[in-house]
């Protein structure tokens, strides 16, 4: 079936760099709005980063700056390049697409308005 897998996450050091790849299986999903979410125990899950199909980028406050969200249609890829991290960006990160919208994000990101999932990536940062 038709999946969403994510990659590149691990444990870093304070002020550390990763780079999350999303891998869609089909192309289908890059004509989506596509998003970064994540979720650490015990909160809810949190929308980082959109990209819609016609490249218009949203962030989530506190990672502005920091994260990049971009894709690669020809390799059928999402990616999520996050800079200076933090303690608090410790959390499952999870690749996301929706079909609503004609694939244009709007506003800030639900994860109700996202009907495919990736199994998620751990991102850990230490202090």
């Known amino acids: 079936q038709a999946s969403l897998v994510e990659s590149g996450g691990g444990s870093v050091q304070a002020g550390g760099s990763l780079r999350l790849s999303c891998a869609a299986s089909e192309n289908t999903y890059l004509s989506y709005c596509m998003g970064w979410f994540r979720q650490a125990p015990g909160k809810e899950r949190e929308g980082v980063a959109t990209?819609?199909?016609?490249?218009?980028?949203t962030y989530v406050d506190s990672v502005k700056g920091r994260f990049t969200i971009s894709k690669d249609n020809a390799k059928n890829t999402l990616y999520l390049q996050m800079n200076s991290l933090k303690p608090e960006d410790t959390a499952m990160y999870y690749c996301a697409a929706s079909a609503r919208s004609f694939g244009i994000c709007l506003g800030a990101p639900r994860a109700a308005d996202f009907g495919y999932w990736g199994q998620g990536t751990q991102v850990t940062v230490s202090s």
């Open positions: 990209i819609d199909r016609i490249g218009t980028t």
